[in-house]
């Protein structure tokens, strides 16, 4: 398909372990967005990329929290040590550079359960 | 601080009859708006857009009006369908010097649609 794809579309994990979690961009997209919606709120930004490199990490809750995006594709987010309130969906999003630039186009998201 | 909200949490309707969501946002800066449909277990679908050099834009069934004057938003759908059942988010960005269109999104209002 041409959408937005992400792997795990589940992950149940155990408290203190690592995750990876992985986006593929919509084709020829330049800029990847990660955002975090726990359960029954809306979506919270974490990162921005744009080809490579992240301008903006604002959002990223803290330094447990990682992302690097290879080849101006796909995007791993990586959650160290990971804590029960990191629970949540983890959708990501891509735009491209032409208009409508900012219509953002999300995946079907990873739901992380730690236990 | 910046917000998304939306005024009622769930809207229950008839099917055949006509649903208005509403929005409203704190920050005046913002230029492009954004309403997301997201079904159960799934991501973020895109809907319509509207840019703030617009009051009104339609789509499919769809209707997006923007009141800049008052900072709201509301989405229009005409003659709602069962499968028009979903949480509805608005989302909001400024394209300003950040430039990075990271959106920031209300809590979503539920949409029932009854037989």
């Known amino acids: 398909g041409a959408g937005v794809s992400q792997s795990p579309s589940n992950k149940v994990t155990e408290k203190g372990k690592d995750v990876e979690l992985r986006c593929d961009p919509i084709?020829?997209?330049?800029?990847l967005y990660w955002y975090r919606q726990s359960l029954g709120q809306g979506l919270e930004f974490l990162i921005y990329f744009q080809g490579n490199s992240a301008p903006d990490k604002s959002g990223l809750p803290s330094d447990r929290f990682s992302a690097e995006r290879t080849g101006g594709s796909v995007s791993t987010l990586t959650i160290q040590r990971t804590q029960q309130e990191d629970s949540a969906v983890y959708l990501c999003?891509?735009?491209?550079?032409?208009?409508?630039?900012?219509?953002?186009?999300f995946g079907p998201g990873t739901r992380l359960t730690v236990t | 601080g910046e917000s998304v909200g939306l005024h009622l949490p769930t809207l229950s309707v008839q099917e055949g009859d006509n649903s208005i969501i509403n929005c409203a946002y704190s920050?005046?800066?913002?230029?492009?708006f954004i309403w997301y449909k997201q079904e159960s277990g799934k991501g973020p679908q895109f809907i319509i857009d509207?840019?703030?050099?617009?009051d009104k834009r339609q789509g499919q069934r769809v209707t997006v009006l923007l009141n800049k004057t008052v900072k709201h938003l509301s989405l229009q759908i005409a003659a709602t369908q069962p499968g028009d059942s979903a949480v509805y988010f608005c989302a909001e960005t400024d394209t300003g010097s950040s430039n990075t269109g990271k959106l920031i999104f209300g809590q979503g209002t539920t949409l029932q649609v009854k037989p």
């Open positions: 084709s020829g997209h330049t800029a």
């Open positions: 920050n005046s800066a913002s230029d492009y």
């Open positions: 999003a891509s735009s491209g550079i032409a208009a409508p630039k900012r219509r953002q186009y």
């Open positions: 509207i840019r703030s050099n617009m």
